[in-house]
């Protein structure tokens, strides 16, 4: 778990492509639909841990806000690093901050709409006049 761009993410790497695959069919069986697999084109490229990797490296995430959430019910009842219960518990703040942020952008482009109805305000043209 970790905070990118300003969102909640979950990803797993590896360079084994079938470990990636079985997680994501199982993430699928519990409810929890993921993005396709990516891959590094990077051969022979070494990380700044200092690890080579001889071949493509697979990366599996979950942004989802509304997946998110889920897979963190799922993994907090098994974890019991207290960093890893740190970054879960971040994560779902970062969820909620982004649930507020957006039901205030709907709020406010519903005024926005109950003000106007259907005819918004038209802005004023960018285009130059014709010389």
Do not use: W
């Not at 019991?80 to 994560?91: E, F, S, T, Y």
Request: proline residues 7%; charged residues 30%.
């Amino acid at each position: 778990m970790r905070i990118y761009n300003k969102r909640a993410l979950f990803a797993l790497g590896n360079m084994n492509l079938d470990i990636l695959e079985k997680i994501k069919s199982a993430l699928k069986r519990f409810g929890i639909p993921t993005p396709k697999i990516t891959s590094s084109p990077h051969q022979k490229y070494v990380g700044k841990d200092g690890y080579g990797h001889n071949g493509p490296y697979y990366t599996l995430s979950l942004h989802k806000k509304s997946e998110l959430p889920k897979l963190l019910k799922k993994l907090a009842q098994f974890s019991r690093h207290p960093n890893k219960i740190k970054d879960i518990k971040l994560a779902i703040e970062n969820i909620v901050e982004r649930n507020q942020a957006t039901e205030k952008g709907a709020i406010r482009v519903e005024k926005i709409f109950c003000k106007y109805g259907n005819r918004l305000p038209k802005r004023a043209s960018s285009r130059r006049p014709p010389l």
